[in-house]
């Protein structure tokens, strides 16, 4: 199989502090780790890219600052929301790809971010 | 910028019948097409891909073509069951994937 988890599932948290999300590959090392953002009744917009080792590359409008990612390792990746306000809250969703000539990404079950 | 539409916001069918859903693409063909269903707050399940050079893919009770004359991909359910009820999404994966909006399918028993 190819099996990538997220915790927490879903956090509530207050405005102004920061919220970090792990996403793991567990039965594979995934090259490169990808995050995305869905809005209610919307698609998944892609936030950023990240190789393992690397920095990532934040798609057009998304703060790199904002949201900090780090790939330390083949089969983690976290996407940490610094400073989170009420227009963060989302679901955010990440997936893991093997690389190579592996166009297939596998997705995480989600996490719900409320931000109150 | 690469779009990709999926023309059809919902669909309900009747339980055994065929759903058919559409997905549009502009400028280049993709290397590959992608379709992945989602249930309500869960995050996508693979379904199936099809690259530029192939016409049809199947997979059990799914079949998708790839129609780069008309920058278009079907995805077909047949033989629909109220378990295929869900969301369905298209995307065109060039090394990173952009979505449509999906289509929600809803089967009636």
């Known amino acids: 199989g190819a099996v990538v988890s997220q915790h927490p599932s879903w956090v509530i948290c207050k405005s102004g502090t920061s919220v970090k999300i792990e996403c793991r590959s567990l039965d594979f090392q995934a090259t490169t780790m990808f995050w995305y953002r869905q809005f209610p009744k919307q698609s998944l917009m892609l936030m950023a890219t990240s190789n393992e080792g690397s920095k990532a590359t934040y798609e057009q409008g998304v703060e790199k600052d904002k949201f900090l990612i780090n790939h330390a390792s083949l089969t983690l990746s976290t996407l940490t929301v610094t400073s989170a306000h009420p227009e963060d809250s989302s679901f955010y969703i990440c997936?893991?790809?093997?690389?190579?000539?592996?166009?297939?990404?596998?997705f995480g079950p989600g996490t719900r971010l409320t931000v109150t | 910028s690469q779009k990709i539409e999926q023309n059809s916001e919902a669909l309900n069918i009747q339980e055994g019948k065929t759903a058919t859903l559409t997905c549009n693409y502009t400028n280049y063909s993709p290397a590959y097409l992608q379709w992945y269903r989602q249930d309500p707050g869960r995050g996508p399940v693979f379904l199936l891909l099809?690259?530029?050079?192939?016409k049809e893919k199947r997979k059990e009770r799914l079949k998708v073509t790839f129609d780069t004359t008309l920058k278009q991909s079907l995805f077909h359910i047949t033989a629909s069951q109220p378990a295929d009820s869900a969301t369905y999404l298209c995307a065109r994966n060039d090394y990173k994937l952009s979505f449509g909006a999906g289509t929600t399918v809803t089967v009636r028993a």
């Open positions: 997936s893991a790809s093997r690389g190579g000539d592996s166009y297939e990404q596998y």
């Open positions: 099809i690259r530029e050079n192939e």
